[in-house]
T-cell receptor, first 116, second 111 residues
């Protein structure tokens, strides 16, 4: 069965610090996708990134970066120079493809608090 | 990108009653998904709704409790039946186009 583990339940840092959120996954599929979502206090899910299992290149988007390592089944997320607005719950998710659509298995989430 | 709307955005319901949640996507999609997020928890898939066929339910979820309709390619409903306080959750619908999009959620409180 597919599984996503986010070992860090809560993280609290001071503004401008860098912070890394860990994500480890388990799957028997050879083709899959990995996702990160942000859920601010308002509750909506904000899509951050999707990564194909065949693409192990790291990705950077502004202050956000993602490190995908297939050898360790990890897909970690780093926020550089954190800001108070980054405070949210972050979910890592793993997909299972069904007829072209993707069913997601979510990790337990990491609650990130950025203190001014 | 897709826009997904849900109605109602929130509701407070009495134990034993039922609530139907509507989900509208602004594009045609083959499959829609319903997730539940219990307080302080992660998201769990309830069922996958394919237009023109019965929904497929995940382990621990049954059609009698969570009946789903999918009358066309842009719309779906989830009913939470015979509610109990344990059903208090956020219910989210989701659809895949170029990405996996989520609706804003329906925050349900059962008293």
């Amino acid at each position: 069965a597919q599984k996503v583990t986010q070992a860090q339940t809560e993280i609290s840092v001071v503004e401008k610090e860098d912070v890394t959120l860990d994500c480890v996954y388990e799957t028997r599929d050879t083709t899959y996708y990995l996702f990160w979502y942000k859920q601010p206090p308002s509750g909506e899910l904000v899509f951050l990134i999707r990564r194909n299992s065949f693409d192990e290149q790291n990705e950077i988007s502004g202050r956000y970066s993602w490190n995908f390592q297939k050898s360790t089944s990890s897909f970690n997320f780093t926020i550089t120079a954190s800001q108070v607005v980054d405070s949210a719950v972050y979910f890592c998710a793993l997909s299972e493809e069904i007829q072209g659509a993707q069913k997601l298995v979510f990790g337990q989430g990491t609650r990130l608090t950025i203190n001014p | 990108s897709a826009v997904i709307s849900q109605k109602p955005s929130r509701d407070i319901c009495q134990r034993g009653t039922s609530l139907t949640i509507q989900c509208q996507v602004d594009s045609q999609v083959t499959m829609m998904f319903w997730y539940r997020q219990q307080p302080g928890q992660s998201l769990t898939l309830i069922a996958t709704a394919n237009q023109g066929s019965e929904a497929t339910y995940e382990s621990g979820f049954v059609i009698d409790k969570f009946p789903i309709s999918r009358p066309n390619l842009t719309f779906s409903t989830l009913t939470v039946s015979n509610m109990s306080p344990e059903d208090s959750s956020i219910y989210l619908c989701s659809a895949f186009l170029d990405e996996q999009y989520f609706g804003p959620g329906t925050r349900l409180t059962v008293t």
